[in-house]
C-alpha cells in the first residue's frame, strides 16, 4: 500500500510563493504519473496540476502560469511550486496518484495566503 507525506505548507502574504512536497514510499515511484490535488472548505477535492511518468505537465485553469509540477524520481519526489499566490489558493493540498488516485490518500498540507 503506497504511503504518501505531503510537506511545505503554510501561510503567505498574497503574491508571495511556497513550494510544496511530497515523499511516496512506493516501489516503483517512476512508473505512475502524479497530481497535486487540493481541496478547500465545503469544496470538493479538485485536480491542481499532474505530472506524467515522461515529464510531460497539465495544469487547471485557475493556476496555469502560477504553479509549476516537477517529479524526482531518484527521490520519489513530486513538488509543486506556487507562486503569486492569491487568497483564493488556500486549501488542503494532496498529491496522489494521476489521473485516478490510489484510494489512500496522505494527510496533505495546509496552504493559505492572507494579508
Known amino acids: 500500500q503506497v504511503q504518501l507525506v505531503e510537506s511545505g505548507g503554510g501561510l503567505v502574504q498574497p503574491g508571495g510563493s511556497l513550494r510544496l512536497s511530497c515523499a511516496a514510499s512506493?516501489?516503483?515511484?517512476?512508473?505512475?504519473?502524479w497530481g497535486w490535488y487540493r481541496q478547500a472548505p465545503g469544496k470538493q477535492r479538485e485536480l491542481v496540476a499532474g505530472?506524467?511518468?515522461?515529464?510531460?505537465?497539465n495544469y487547471g485553469d485557475s493556476v496555469k502560469g502560477r504553479f509549476t509540477i516537477s517529479r524526482d524520481n531518484a527521490k520519489k519526489t513530486v513538488y509543486l511550486q506556487m507562486n503569486s499566490l492569491k487568497p483564493e489558493d488556500a486549501a488542503v493540498y494532496y498529491c496522489?496518484?494521476?489521473?485516478?488516485?490510489?484510494?489512500?490518500w496522505g494527510p496533505g498540507t495546509q496552504v493559505a495566503a492572507s494579508s
Open positions: 512506493i516501489s516503483i515511484f517512476s512508473l505512475y504519473a
Open positions: 496522489n496518484n494521476y489521473p485516478t488516485p490510489f484510494p489512500s
Open positions: 505530472i506524467s511518468r515522461g515529464g510531460n505537465t
